[in-house]
């Protein structure tokens, strides 16, 4: 009887406990507390910091602009911002006309001018990027060639261009010949340093493992040197883009050098200023897109 009374009890009450439980278990995810601040950080946009990548730029064109129209204000040879931008825009509105060989649009001179860059570029490329990793690799073409290097590299770009016109005998190749003279260097050094600077322990691991000498370059080297060599790819074309207008000034011709002075022998400031203002974005636009290939291809992230 003692026995059966207290059994009874405990039989009765033991479900009741994990009813609370349950009710408790299903009813506490119904509204979870750290989902809230989760979205809350999501929304909001961060105009601050948007403000302070986008106003100062436009404050800094509108100050030169502003500084530009006072100066002119009194008249002069110097065309004001207006008389420019009206020009600007008759100009950009048939960029791509062609009245012969001496008469092309703005666009078709930018055109000619980057092929020549491209052409010249390219071919430094494909003989400094490798040139660099032999001269990194062996102590002998090191010692070889350094002083030459050391050498030539502080020549002005203008004064290989009469040696390009007495070999070539035609202004386009000495116009690339000169590309290619001057874009050389930034990517023969950069390649060179990138590779004397691979820890020597990689190395070791790669003799006692008897790796070929071409896994040596693709497997060790080549992504070790990789953001040196793609900083004197971003150098060189940028000092490419600078010289290429210089040379097309002397050697004449369809380009947007030749076409800035052709406008000097016209008298016509509003298109050299126009002339700088293209030049400017040709080579930011430039600089801008090797700077994403090379954060594409950084080993850091």
């Not at 609370?20 to 929304?43: F, K, L, V």
């Not at 203008?158 to 690339?176: E, N, R, S, T």
């Not at 210089?246 to 016209?266: H, P, Q, R, S």
């Amino acid at each position: 009887m003692v026995s059966a009374v207290f059994r009874a009890p405990r039989h009765s009450t033991v479900p009741a406990p994990p009813a609370p439980a349950a009710r408790r278990s299903t009813a506490a995810p119904a509204t979870p507390p750290r989902e809230r601040p989760q979205r809350s950080q999501r929304d909001p946009f961060d105009w601050h910091g948007m403000a302070l990548r986008v106003l100062p730029p436009i404050f800094g064109v509108a100050l030169v602009i502003g500084i530009w129209a006072l100066l002119t204000m009194k008249g002069g040879d110097f065309p004001t911002p207006t008389a420019t931008f009206v020009e600007m825009a008759r100009l950009f509105a048939d960029p791509f006309y062609d009245k012969g060989p001496n008469d092309q649009g703005i666009g078709w001179n930018v055109l000619f001018s980057l092929q020549r860059v491209a052409l010249g570029f390219g071919l430094a490329a494909l003989v400094g990027i490798p040139l660099g990793f032999l001269i990194g690799r062996f102590e002998v073409l090191n010692s070889m060639i350094s002083p030459l290097i050391s050498l030539l590299r502080p020549v002005s770009p203008l004064a290989w261009l009469p040696i390009g016109l007495l070999v070539f005998k035609a202004a386009d190749p000495a116009a690339i010949w000169t590309i290619f003279i001057c874009s050389i260097w930034p990517m023969v050094i950069n390649t060179a340093v990138g590779v004397q600077r691979v820890p020597q322990d990689y190395l070791n691991v790669a003799r006692v493992l008897d790796l070929s000498e071409w896994k040596v370059i693709t497997r060790i080297l080549l992504p070790a040197v990789l953001p040196y060599m793609l900083t004197g790819v971003r150098l060189s074309v940028g000092t490419a883009w600078l010289v290429i207008v210089a040379a097309e000034m002397l050697t004449g011709g369809v380009g947007i050098g030749f076409w800035v002075w052709d406008e000097w022998n016209n008298l016509n400031v509003a298109h050299i200023l126009i002339a700088i203002f293209v030049i400017g974005i040709v080579g930011l636009l430039l600089e801008q897109a090797l700077m994403l290939l090379a954060r594409r291809f950084s080993f850091d992230n």
